[in-house]
């Protein structure tokens, strides 16, 4: 099991910097991550944000192989019903060979009417689109039907679903499950097995909502602002093209324990306290990958800089079961 950082290089206008100094910043962060023994750095796809969340996470991925040399480099996750099979199969193949073979590719469906829109797809057909996509992916690897091939053969694949339709879709394909979730976690291994699959194969990875500081009361008065964005652009864009609308949610909100939707909550714990409640959850699940954010909406440096530190150091040796 190792941890990770995801990185979705939101800039919101409030807290804005140059766009070319923005992407530097974060592949300088990458590149420090990777010295400090980060397991991992991961990147995600969307489309028409204002706040300009990354668009084209292989684009990306492919510099930050080049300027990192040991932590494996994912996508969480990129929308395949969006795009050509051949183009993303092109695309993942040249990540793994510049990073010497340390790609993972997470897949999902996606959750955007505009973003379908925009590239002309049918939305009401996304998780049939997403499991066609995975397989021709897959099969182009397999066969040969682009070049030059990636150095993993194959590349590790993960389906980024959160309910029981795609994790059962993600055993159906053999690939790993991008959500922690022992009730999930059942209808992905039915589909394992109903597929003909090793269960022993079963692999399972996650976003963990949680950022790490010294002191977590003083951190979260820093990041609520950006962290009260993050969740109102989540809310307000998810429903968007569906004739319906979202309340904006408050600083306070966002503590409630009660809140009757968690959709974007997040916890600020140390080190310590992220570890008994990361142990609690995992419990005997096959998990691969923790990956945390880096950042949350242009936080301020100090707090993504300790956030990285603690995440990639302090960390792991919490979770070592030695």
Known sequence: ?????????????????????????TLDLCEEADQRGAGGLWFTEHHLF?????????????????????ARIGTSVVLPALHSP????????????????RLELGLGAGYRVPEYELFGADFSRRFAATQKGIREILRLWREGGVSPLPIQDPPPVWGGFYGPRGARIAGELGIGLLHISRPMFK????????AGHDPQTARVSDLMPIILAEDPEKAWHQVAP??????????????EGRDRSEPLLTADD???????????LLDILTPE???????????????????????IAGMP???VTENIRLVTEKLPPLLDPQ
Do not use: C
């Open 273 to 295: 306290d992220a570890a008994v409640r990361i142990k609690e959850l995992v419990g005997d699940l096959p998990v691969k990958h923790l990956i945390f954010w880096a950042s």
């Open 226 to 239: 950006h962290l009260a964005h993050q969740v109102n652009s989540y809310r307000q864009l998810s429903v």
């Open 187 to 194: 209808h992905y291994r039915k589909g394992l097995v109903e």
């Open 1 to 25: 099991m190792d941890v990770g950082l995801l990185f979705d290089l939101r800039n919101p206008q409030q807290w804005h910097r140059p766009w070319a100094a923005h992407y530097g910043r």
């Open 86 to 101: 051949v183009d993303l199969a092109e695309q993942a193949a040249l990540v793994d060979l510049i990073s010497g073979g």
């Open 301 to 303: 440096d100090e707090l």
């Open 254 to 264: 966002l503590r409630d324990p009660n809140a009757e939707d968690t959709r974007g």
């Open 50 to 70: 204002e706040d300009g969340y990354l668009p084209q996470p292989l684009t990306f991925a492919a510099a930050v192989a080049a300027r990192t040399r040991r």
